[in-house]
């Protein structure tokens, strides 16, 4: 194979995946009212309820359990989970808000 041969190659797979990208169309950047409300749900819950807990966890090297009974009883354990299996089915762009919010309370956590 020659150079041009692998040049043509390497523009042939580009020009495939740009195609592919005009296909799928751009991502979607906005977020549902019911997404804003579940991620500033977890923000509320690391800043008051992980963040003042992540230090002991830390210190005696525990399971962070209280803060996962926080996240089951708001439902939070379930947000990629599709809506018709009893979850909460969050687009991948929330759920990536929504752990984000919760790491900067406790990213054991996250």
Not at 28 to 44: F, K, P, R
Not at 77 to 93: A, D, H, K, M, W
Not at 97 to 109: H, P, W, Y
């Amino acid at each position: 194979m020659t150079s041009n041969d692998r040049l043509v190659t390497r523009l042939r797979v580009r020009l495939q995946i740009i195609f592919a990208w005009e296909k799928i169309g751009p991502m979607n950047w906005t977020l549902s009212a019911d997404e804003q409300t579940i991620v500033s749900l977890i923000a509320h819950l690391a800043r008051e309820r992980f963040a003042p807990r992540a230090a002991d966890y830390d210190a005696e090297n525990r399971f962070a359990t209280e803060s996962y009974a926080d996240l089951r009883e708001h439902r939070l354990l379930e947000l990629t989970i599709p809506q018709e299996y009893g979850g909460r089915g969050l687009s991948s762009l929330a759920y990536s808000l929504a752990m984000r919010e919760m790491a900067k309370g406790d990213a054991s956590t996250a």
